[in-house]
């Protein structure tokens, strides 16, 4: 039962940026406002 609410929470975290894009874009602006220039840069992905 815990692998079917796991695999439920990872599509939902999939596809969270393909249906909506500007809230991707705010999250990864409130987690890399700490940041700086440079290491927003070199991150992987």
Known sequence: ???LFKAI???LI????LV???TT???FLS?????TEV???SRPG
């Open 25 to 27: 874009v705010v999250l």
């Open 9 to 11: 929470g990872l599509g």
């Open 1 to 3: 039962m815990f692998d």
């Open 31 to 35: 987690l890399s406002k700490n940041m």
């Open 14 to 17: 999939v596809l969270l940026p």
């Open 39 to 41: 290491e927003r840069i």
């Open 20 to 22: 909506n894009p500007i």
